[in-house]
């Protein structure tokens, strides 16, 4: 299991290379689907994405693709939800009640899987805030407006 806020910043090396291609920038995540999309990395020559297919293995310090061919321009990956922008939404739950706002999402380094995602609400400048993990189980869905959720670990 890995986390998104821990991937942000570990390069990313091409095996037949032996080239870093660049450090994660941002993790594009699909609350559709409920995965990781893949990567945007900044690299000398400017942004590039790595989509989720192409990453080879999750290592403790470096993502590893095959090659360098395994990153396209970041004007044509799909455009994803980042955690930024998820932790803009609202975590409700279906009984009404404001939860707190996604602070990180953990998900299976294997599969990209979303697993669940860790909420903080409280607190003043980050002290005295309550932290609570949310299973993807639970998650109704992921809108516009709010992410809802089911209460007391009933998935709807």
């Known amino acids: 299991m890995a986390s998104v806020a821990e991937l942000k910043g570990r390069p990313v090396i091409s095996l037949a290379e032996g080239e870093r291609l660049g450090d994660i920038r941002e993790v594009a995540i699909d609350p559709t689907a409920r995965q990781i999309a893949g990567f945007v990395l900044k690299g000398d020559g400017g942004d590039t994405y790595l989509p989720w297919r192409n990453v080879k293995k999750i290592g403790p310090d470096a993502v590893m693709v ?91």
Do not use: C, W
């Not at 009404?96 to 909420?119: I, R």
């Not at 607190?123 to 639970?138: E, H, L, N, R, W």
């Not at 407006?145 to 998935?155: C, F, L, P, Q």
């Open 66 to 156: 095959d090659n360098r061919t395994m990153t396209e321009r970041v004007e044509n990956a799909d455009p994803y939800e980042s955690l930024a922008e998820l932790g803009k939404l609202p975590v409700i739950s279906d009984a009404g009640a404001q939860l707190g706002h996604v602070e990180n999402v953990t998900f299976d380094d294997v599969s990209g899987a979303l697993q669940a995602f860790e909420l903080k609400s409280g607190g003043v400048f980050g002290i005295g805030a309550k932290s609570q993990s949310i299973a993807m189980a639970d998650v109704v869905s992921v809108g516009t407006g709010a992410i809802t959720v089911a209460t007391a670990g009933e998935a709807k």
